[in-house]
């Protein structure tokens, strides 16, 4: 996996390179050679077993009724992403990147965010395009956030151009903040939902967070 000089939008903001840093990711392979399938060795046929006979309530032939899960945990997932209620709906706008020095790219943005699985998931779906070329696609993602009572925290799961990245979201006053660590060092997306816009920037740290580069920006508007 290679990435060159890349930036995300969030909504699955993969394997970013911000920007500036000219930052080049390592190379991975791996074997296309499909595993072989074993066939089953010949055994000898053996006399059939009688069929076990139907217990009360199920009928031969169908698999017995199972009673729904009641998971009590539900609940507490509802009102912990309802505490995200204000991305849902359609976004545009637009923002901008660095992609290396002095390389400024713009872009617009579309953002639709929905509520699923009885209000316990969130699912974001990001459409970047060229500011200068509305044809040309920058940023096409999907992602999940979900809440996980037993460990007391949210999770992010993003995905795109055929990566997936799996991380913490810290919530906050006014939004929610998340990031990742690289070898030449962190990534992080803060976003800010506290007037009717929504506003995010990325920063980049090369000295473990004690100073932040910021070098990506947008704000939508909800339709």
């Known amino acids: 996996m290679n990435f060159p000089r890349m930036i995300t939008i969030w909504g699955a903001r993969l394997g970013a390179i911000l920007a ?26 053996s006399p059939s077993q009688p069929k076990k006979p139907a217990s009360a ?7 017995p009724s199972r009673a729904p899960v009641n998971d009590a945990s539900i ?28 390389q400024r790219s713009e872009f617009t943005q579309t953002e639709v965010v929905q509520k699923k699985l009885d209000g316990t998931l969130l699912i974001v779906e990001g459409d ?19 809440y996980d009572p037993a460990g007391q925290r949210y999770t992010f799961a993003a995905y ?5 990245l799996e991380e913490i979201l810290e919530i906050t006053e006014v939004g929610f903040r998340w990031g990742f660590d690289m070898p030449y060092g962190k990534v992080r997306f ?20 004690q100073t932040w580069l910021k070098n990506f920006e947008m704000e939508l508007r909800k339709e």
């Open 160 to 164: 795109s151009g055929g990566r997936h």
């Open 57 to 63: 309530g199920e009928q031969p032939g169908k698999a």
């Open 128 to 146: 970047g395009r060229a500011k200068d070329n509305p044809g040309k696609h920058v940023h096409d993602a999907f992602a999940v956030l979900s």
């Open 20 to 45: 500036g840093l000219l930052i080049v990711g390592s190379v991975y392979s791996q074997s296309s050679v499909p595993p072989q399938i074993q066939k089953p060795s010949a055994q000898p046929s």
């Open 75 to 102: 609940p507490e997932q509802q009102a912990a992403i309802s505490k995200l209620d204000k991305m849902v709906g359609t976004w545009r706008g637009a923002g901008w990147a660095m992609l290396g020095p002095g």
């Open 190 to 209: 803060t976003l800010d939902f506290s007037s009717t816009k929504w506003h995010e920037i990325g920063e980049f740290s090369r000295d473990s967070g």
